[in-house]
């Protein structure tokens, strides 16, 4: 294992308790494989599945957000959903969880954007899973990754699921002038600099802290802000069916522009929730009233869009 690969925190229990993955993937009548996935570049990516027992109704691409990983905490959603008769696919990018890479470290969100449509593309080529709707799923700047994926690729998949996209980075959270020009100066030499824009930025976004404990780098946090701002200007070019979800509460990312995207974009059928008071993590940093409403939402959205397929199981 290279230097820059990260560990897995073995010493964390699972979000669900002590009981062994296998063992409460059985009990929720669900399938889960791990593997890894090699780039065109040659990185190393870790991925999992979480599928139906019986035939799906359809598949799922999912991205997480910012410090997270598909390990800990996400895992609920695709449970979920998979026991709903989804088929749901993800990795870990670059610098996550258990994935190569220099711990939070993105320096270049469209080569993520090329790593997961490659991974993506290789779960279709399947013959199980060929003419079966797919569909893109992201969190934060997840939703931000799907939106680049589906601008680059519209007519590929058939609808997306953006929760709280990062479109652009909330102003409450942004850097001020002339932070900004002193960072991008600094970024120059030190791009792998570890960096904390607002002392309280993590606190608001990771919901799970003892998961995540590194900063962000400064390379990254600039490098968000260049795909926020290169988004904020294209959401009118947005085709693809979707669903938009976010809390009207959330300070990290701005819930206005899910709003606009809502508004601006081509797509003839779209669809957006704003929640009151909720914040940022919608589906694991909310009440679980809150997450029960959201993933119901998501369920109809997905149900109403697979009319012909497999009954929920």
């Not at 939070?104 to 449509?117: G, L």
Request: net charge neutral; hydrophobic share 35%; charged share 20%.
């Amino acid at each position: 294992m290279k230097e820059d690969q990260i560990q897995p925190q073995k010493s964390l229990p699972h979000y669900w308790g002590s009981t062994p993955e296998e063992d409460y993937y059985t009990q929720n009548n669900i399938k889960s494989t791990k593997s890894y996935f090699t780039t065109l570049s040659g990185q190393t990516l870790f991925t999992r599945s979480w599928q139906p027992l019986s035939p799906p109704r359809g598949i799922i691409f999912m991205v997480h957000g910012y410090g997270n990983d598909i390990s800990w905490t996400f895992q609920s959603t695709p449970i979920f959903l998979a026991q709903n008769g989804f088929s749901c696919f993800a990795l870990d990018l670059p610098g996550h969880g258990q994935s190569q890479g220099l711990k939070a470290f993105v320096p270049n969100v469209n080569e993520v954007v090329d790593d997961c449509f490659s991974f993506f593309n290789s779960i279709l080529k399947n013959s199980n899973f060929q003419n079966l709707p797919s569909f893109l799923y992201g969190e934060s700047m997840g939703g931000a990754i799907c939106l680049l994926i589906s601008l680059k690729n519209p007519n590929f998949f058939k609808g997306a699921i953006l929760i709280a996209p990062m479109c652009k980075i909330s102003d409450k959270v942004k850097p001020r002038w002339p932070i900004p020009e002193i960072l991008t100066f600094v970024a120059k030499f030190m791009p792998t600099l570890p960096i904390v824009p607002t002392p309280d930025l993590l606190d608001k976004s990771i919901k799970v802290p003892e998961k995540y404990s590194g900063k962000p780098r400064l390379g990254s946090v600039l490098e968000l802000l260049r795909v926020t701002d290169f988004l904020s200007k294209r959401l009118k070019d947005v085709t693809i069916p979707f669903i938009v979800l976010h809390g009207n509460a959330d300070v990290v990312t701005d819930p206005n522009v899910s709003k606009e995207l809502y508004e601006e974009a081509k797509s003839k059928d779209r669809t957006i929730k704003i929640y009151e008071e909720m914040v940022h993590s919608l589906l694991f940093g909310e009440t679980d009233e809150n997450v029960e409403l959201v993933r119901n939402d998501i369920l109809g959205w997905l149900s109403d869009r697979c009319k012909g397929e497999s009954e929920i199981q």
